[in-house]
């Protein structure tokens, strides 16, 4: 399958910092990638869909301000988590949807955020 | 809220087939059914995804019943790195944002020699 990958895989701050967060399809050009948080042992959450040139779309309850996503290329998503608080620690991964023929989302290995 | 059913646990033994079941019985024409899965602090991988007839890679068959409201996907000679949680997802393809995953909180499928 496609591959995507996530830098830092493992990232601690202090509090009142801002970390950013890259994702990367690596194999093919992805007009959509999505962000998504899993806390221990929760499922996925999704929080956001990011579209290549255009302002991302953010899901219920999640602050657009706080969590900055910008999709400036094909194959590249960022997300910025401004000012972190020990609340924001989490799994933070990315999807992108490879749109040929199988429409398939491929998952990035994910990033773990700790704020101290 | 996801539009599936899973069971939350399964165990399987080293060398047998995993069967893995999954209802969905309001599922639309339009959706396909998308098997994911998680090992333990690693992003999703996809395993196998179809919309009415069986499905089969290198990774799992896909068996979806005629009414399309369950399905079932097989593992078949389950070894210790299978154990993950399972995903089953329905999604629209192709589909703006329609097409976003949404996750329950799938079975965790624990291989044991």
């Known amino acids: 399958g496609a591959v995507v990958s996530q830098h830092p895989s493992r990232v601690i701050c202090k509090s009142g910092t801002s970390v950013k967060i890259e994702c990367r399809s690596l194999d093919f050009q992805a007009t959509t990638m999505f962000w998504y948080r899993q806390f221990p042992k929760q499922s996925l959450m999704l929080m956001a869909t990011?579209?290549?040139?255009?302002?991302?779309?953010?899901e219920q309850g999640v602050e657009k301000d706080k969590f900055l996503i910008n999709h400036a290329s094909l194959t590249l998503s960022t997300l910025t988590v401004t000012s972190a608080h020990p609340e924001d620690s989490s799994f933070y991964i990315c999807?992108?949807?490879?749109?040929?023929?199988?429409?398939?989302?491929?998952f990035g290995p994910g990033t773990r955020l700790t704020v101290l | 809220d996801a539009k599936t059913t899973q069971p939350p646990s399964m165990d399987c033994a080293e060398g047998r087939a995993a069967n893995l079941p999954c209802n969905h019985s309001t599922i639309s024409g339009n959706e396909y059914v998308y098997w994911y899965r998680q090992i333990h602090s690693q992003g999703p991988q996809y395993i196998i995804h179809g919309l009415k007839n069986n499905e089969t890679n290198e990774m799992a068959s896909l068996i979806i019943t005629e009414d399309r409201k369950s399905s079932t996907l097989i593992l078949p000679h389950a070894t210790l790195r299978d154990t993950a949680v399972y995903y089953c997802?329905?999604?629209?393809?192709?589909?703006?944002?329609?097409?976003?995953?949404?996750f329950g909180k799938g079975t965790k499928l624990s291989v044991k020699p």
């Open positions: 990011s579209n290549e040139g255009s302002k991302a779309t953010y």
């Open positions: 997802i329905v999604r629209v393809a192709l589909g703006g944002s329609q097409g976003n995953l949404i």
């Open positions: 999807s992108a949807r490879d749109a040929g023929a199988t429409d398939t989302q491929y």
